[in-house]
């Protein structure tokens, strides 16, 4: 079947660290986004890519990355981790023509 | 700027009726949809509505006034599994990116 995967599921790191957060879909979709989810504010857009070598930012993208090599993977760099970025994170996929996402299980990303 | 506001909290009881609201501010629209989220796990696609009227999908229901940039989530004969938070999301006519709520939190009671 296909799916949606993020890993690692739960990360634990230091203040000044580089760390990447995967996310591989089967659907051949050519959307897909990565959003932070903090108690009281939802889910933010960090960036999101329409299709391979398109990548976007999102409404909260200072101190992340991305970059999309193949249709399957967007990976998500945080490229020196702050503590402020202690979040849950989520992957989601969209084939463009519909309107919904699907998403990921998450990531659970603490900073120490 | 954008926004989507919908209650934190709404708490009702197994059996019965539950209406979430949801209104919007956004530069563009697209299109009203609703996701759930259990504790610990993913947001889940529920209903989408495009233009206005009700949507019907078995016990859920999404409504949309475009024109009172309004929309509800109706939740019949409700279950404990459904305790969970509702997202309404607004997505955007400049592109695919979708606008999320802050979520509403619904606690069912026996």
């Known amino acids: 079947d296909a799916e949606i995967t993020q890993s690692p599921r739960h990360k634990i790191t230091e203040t000044g660290r580089q760390v990447t957060l995967a996310c591989h879909q089967t659907?051949?979709?050519?959307?897909m986004f990565w959003y932070r989810q903090d108690l009281g504010h939802g889910l933010r857009l960090i960036h999101y890519s329409y299709g391979v070598q398109d990548t976007n930012k999102g409404e909260v993208s200072d101190g992340y990355s991305v970059s999309r090599s193949n249709t399957e993977d967007l990976p998500l760099t945080l490229e020196s981790a702050a503590s402020s970025q202690t979040s849950v994170y989520f992957c989601?996929?969209?084939?463009?023509?519909?309107?919904?996402?699907?998403f990921g299980p998450g990531t659970r990303l603490t900073v120490l | 700027g954008q926004s989507l506001e919908q209650p934190s909290e709404v708490t009702a009881v197994e059996g019965a009726i539950v209406q979430i609201n949801c209104t919007y501010q956004t530069s563009g629209f697209y299109g009203l949809s609703w996701y759930q989220q259990h504790d610990g796990g993913a947001p889940t696609f529920l209903s989408y509505n495009a233009l206005d009227g009700l949507e019907e999908t078995g016990r859920f229901s999404s409504f949309l006034s475009r024109s009172d940039s309004y929309g509800y989530l109706l939740l019949q004969e409700l279950q404990m599994k459904d305790s969970a938070s509702y997202f309404c999301a607004v997505k955007d006519t400049g592109g695919f990116k979708t606008i999320f709520g802050a979520g509403t939190r619904l606690f069912v009671k026996a």
């Open positions: 989601a996929s969209s084939p463009g023509t519909r309107e919904w996402q699907f």
């Open positions: 659907w051949n979709h050519n959307n």
